[in-house]
Antibody, heavy 121, light 112 residues
Framework: EVQLVESGGGVVQPGGSLRLSCVAS????????MHWVRQVPGKGLEWVSL????????SYADSVKGRFTVSRDNSKNSLYLQMNSLRTEDTALYYC??????????????WGQGTLVTVSS | DIVMTQSPDSLAVSLGERATVNCKSS????????????LTWYQQKPGQPPKLLIY???TRESGVPERFSGSGSGTDFTLTIGSLQAEDVAVYYC?????????FGQGTKVEV
């Protein structure tokens, strides 16, 4: 069974930093691109970032470019999101999401349950 | 960026009746080489992450009931729930994967 478990969320002041983690199990992690998708509670979905299987290809939404850094450690089956210079508008539930297949489809298969990030003074 | 616009924002349908959700993209998501529409549909129930329903605009994901169907091409797409069941109450999102940034529609809430 595929499992994605996020951690690292919390309350942080504007301008602060957080590092989210996602531990994957139930599939060969290095064979899949991975994504971060966020959702303001009660609102819609926003794609944040993607990283391919070997970590060589990375892409970001304009809203986070230059502030967030995605990375992965395939030896630990783990995905990370380093979030710097946080703004109130970054407040959201952050989902770790596996790409659908090993082809790198850029649509979303299994999702984690999410970790909540709250940026507030 | 490709903007995805869904309509309506919400709709109420009686049990057993048909529900139709529309999704329009600001530019074509039909890939000419593959002749496939890079459009997916997701269902999100309260307190849960989204779940994949349909990919390539009309291919039902394994395990998804046959009452869910997708259609359309180019810039205009439709998700149809053929006979609404109580468990179908959810928010439905379309998403394009033609290019990054990957973008979603704003969501359509389907209620009974």
């Amino acid at each position: 069974e595929v499992q994605l478990v996020e951690s690292g969320g919390g309350v942080v002041q504007p301008g602060g930093s957080l590092r989210l983690s996602c531990v994957a199990s139930g599939f060969t992690f290095e064979n899949y691109a991975m994504h971060w998708v966020r959702q303001v509670p009660g609102k819609g979905l926003e794609w944040v970032s993607l990283i391919n299987g070997d970590g060589e290809k990375i892409s970001y939404a304009d809203s986070v470019k230059g502030r967030f850094t995605v990375s992965r450690d395939n030896s630990k089956n783990s995905l990370y999101l380093q979030m710097n210079s946080l703004r109130t508008e970054d407040t959201a539930l952050y989902y770790c999401v596996r790409d659908y297949s090993t082809r790198w489809d850029n649509w979303f298969g299994p999702w984690g349950q999410g970790t909540l990030v709250t940026v507030s003074s | 960026d490709i903007v995805m616009t869904q309509s309506p924002d919400s709709l109420a349908v009686s049990l057993g009746e048909r529900a139709t959700v529309n999704c329009k993209s600001s530019q074509s998501v039909l890939h000419s080489t593959h002749n496939k529409n890079y459009l997916t549909w997701y269902q999100q129930k309260p307190g849960q992450p989204p779940k994949l329903l349909i990919y390539w605009a009309s291919t039902r994901e394994s395990g998804v009931p046959e009452r869910f169907s997708g259609s359309g091409s180019g810039t205009d797409f439709t998700l149809t729930i053929g006979s609404l069941q109580a468990e179908d109450v959810a928010v439905y999102y379309c998403q394009q994967h033609y290019t990054t940034p990957l973008t979603f529609g704003q969501g359509t809430k389907v209620e009974v």
